[in-house]
Structure formats: structure tokens, C-alpha cells
């Protein structure tokens, strides 16, 4: 039977923290646990690292490790880029002719 204990050994249970550029050669990745920020060179990219955490900071990464994975650039809201569509396609469409009252 699967327990806590043996499910958080499983590869997938690693916990996932999202990381940033920083510089232009680290990602850095927040720790809840050590309330900071983590460095980790960029060069090994993404993937699966060992915790940098504090050996006081009692956090699980210690044990497991983390997957880090990069955030999507920030670029614009995708909300702004559908009401642009929207007014574009707007502007192409022939304007109905204002009614004479
Ligand atoms: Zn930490």
C-alpha cells in the first residue's frame, strides 16, 4: 500500500519551483521554506537540482530536492492582445453607414 512516507519518494512528487533569470548566467528560484531566494548557475537549465536550504530551515527540499523550471516571459496580458485583435478585425469590416434621421 502506498503511504505518505513512499508516495514522497516517488519521482514525481519532487516539488516544482518556478525560477528566474537573474544575471545573466544564475536562475534564481523562491524557497518558501528558507524564505529567500535560491541561486543555481543558468547553464544547467531546467531540471532536477539539490536544494540549496538551510540545514536549520527544517524545509522537505532537503530531502527531495527541487525541479526547477523557468516562468514564461512576461509580455503582455492575454487579454490586451485579444481586444487588439478584436479591434482590428473591427476596423477591416466595411462600417455600417450612419442612418440619416
Ligand atoms: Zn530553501
Redesign the pocket.
Known sequence: MSTPETRHRRKETIPVLLAEDHMTSQLKVW?P??V?F?FHGARGGEGHRV????PD?G?P?RDTGYIIRKTIPRREDPYTRIRRRLDTDNEKKPQPKARQA
Open positions: 524557497c521554506f528558507c529567500q535560491h536544494a540549496h536550504c538551510d530551515s524545509s527540499f
